[in-house]
Nanobody
């Protein structure tokens, strides 16, 4: 499984970005997909996730109301729409996919895309 992120950029505070994650398999084949981020000197944290079953979503409190996660199964792509960006959103954003194969759970990660929000 390969995950390739794109869409990271330098943007001013209050601006918007849309991140994309192209998967080598159909996004519907994964149990869960999500976006994580890691800022310098900090641990990687969950930003948002979406399940393949009912499409339920989870958001970090810090991004609720500003970010929206979605997927387009036909294009095997996961998205993260980020609005009202703040300097504290600056981080490398990683795409994640998790899938059960028989009795084992596998985690897959993309290479990351840099988001920088200037004040």
């Amino acid at each position: 499984v390969q995950l390739v992120e794109s869409g990271g950029d330098l943007v001013q505070a209050g601006g918007s970005l849309r991140l994309s994650c192209a998967a080598s398999e159909s996004t519907s084949s994964f149990s869960t997909m999500g976006w994580y981020r890691q800022a310098p000197g900090k641990q990687r944290e969950l930003v948002a996730s979406i399940t393949s079953g009912d499409g339920s979503t989870i958001y970090a409190d810090s991004v609720k109301g500003r970010f929206t996660i979605s997927r387009e199964n036909a294009k095997s792509t996961l998205f993260l729409q980020m609005n009202s960006l703040k300097p504290e959103d600056t981080a490398v954003y990683y795409c994640h996919a998790g899938v059960w194969r028989r009795a084992d759970y596998y985690n897959y990660w993309g290479q990351g895309t840099q988001v920088t929000v200037s004040s």
